[in-house]
C-alpha cells in the first residue's frame, strides 16, 4: 500500500486544457515535493511545499499543500506537449526522516 | 553546477552475477539516497548515507548493500541477481536534510536488465 495515492492515474488531454492531479495520504508531511519524470530519465524536482495552505506558481503550473498537510494538488492551466510526462509526489513524515516516500505517479499526455 | 551522475546509464547481467552501480552527487551535497524503479512498484527507497554512513534503510533484502566515498560518492551493489532485480536504479542527492527540506536531485538512472 502506497504511503501517498495519487490521481488519476492517467490523464490523456487536448493541448490548451486544463488538469488537477491529486496527491493524498492519511499521514501528515513535514514537506511534500512535486517531480516530473520524462521516459528513461531522473525525476526532476518541480517545487517543494512545507506549510499548510500553502500555493506555489511555476509559470502554468499551481502547486498547493492541504491545511492539514495529508495532501497536495498540482494544477497546470492551458497545458502543452511540453507538459507530457510521469508526475510524482513525494514527501516525509516526521516519524520517518531522511526516507522520501513516493507515490505512484499520474502519466499525462497532452496531444497537439 | 554538474548535477548528479550515475555510471553506467545501462547494464545487462544474467542472474546470479552482482553488479556494482556508482553515483556521483551534487558538489557539495553530502546525503545520497539510492531508489529501485520498476512500473508494477514504481519508486522504492532502498538506503540512504551521509558521511559515509547508512542513516537509513528501506525494505530491500540483504543482497542490495551500498557505502559512501570521503568525497560523498557512493556505490550500490546487488548481489545473487535474480530476474525481478530488473529495474531503473536512480540516485539522488541533497543537502543534509536535518538543516533543510529533504529536497532531492536525481541523476538519469541506471538501467538494469537481468536475463
Known amino acids: 500500500t502506497q504511503l501517498l495515492e495519487q490521481s488519476p492515474q492517467f490523464l490523456s488531454i487536448q493541448e490548451g486544457e486544463n488538469l488537477t492531479v491529486y496527491c493524498n495520504s492519511s499521514s501528515v508531511f513535514s514537506s511534500l515535493q512535486w517531480y516530473r519524470q520524462e521516459p528513461g530519465e531522473g525525476p526532476v524536482l518541480l517545487v517543494t511545499v512545507v506549510t499548510g495552505g500553502e500555493v506555489k506558481k511555476l509559470k502554468r503550473l499551481t502547486f498547493q499543500f492541504g491545511d492539514a498537510r495529508k495532501d497536495s494538488s498540482l494544477h497546470i492551466t492551458a497545458a502543452q506537449p511540453g507538459d507530457t510526462g510521469l508526475y510524482l509526489c513525494?514527501?516525509?513524515?516526521?516519524?520517518?526522516?531522511?526516507?522520501?516516500?513516493f507515490g505512484a505517479g499520474t502519466q499525462v499526455v497532452v496531444t497537439p | 553546477k554538474a548535477g548528479v551522475t550515475q555510471t553506467p546509464r545501462y547494464l545487462i547481467k544474467t542472474r546470479g552475477q552482482q553488479v556494482t552501480l556508482s553515483c556521483s552527487p551534487i558538489?557539495?551535497?553530502?546525503?545520497v539516497s539510492w531508489y529501485q524503479q520498476t512500473p508494477g512498484q514504481g519508486l522504492q527507497f532502498l538506503f540512504e548515507y551521509f558521511s559515509e554512513t547508512q542513516r537509513n534503510k528501506g525494505n530491500f533484502p540483504g543482497r542490495f548493500s551500498g557505502r559512501q566515498f570521503s568525497n560523498s560518492r557512493s556505490e550500490m551493489n546487488v548481489s545473487t541477481l535474480e530476474l525481478g532485480d530488473s529495474a531503473l536504479y536512480l540516485c539522488?542527492?541533497?543537502?543534509?536534510?536535518?538543516?533543510?527540506?529533504?529536497?532531492?536531485?536525481f541523476g538519469p538512472g541506471t538501467r538494469l536488465t537481468v536475463l
Open positions: 513525494a514527501g516525509e513524515t516526521t516519524d520517518s526522516w531522511g526516507k522520501l516516500q
Open positions: 558538489s557539495g551535497h553530502r546525503s
Open positions: 539522488a542527492s541533497s543537502l543534509d536534510f536535518r538543516n533543510s527540506y529533504n529536497e532531492q536531485f
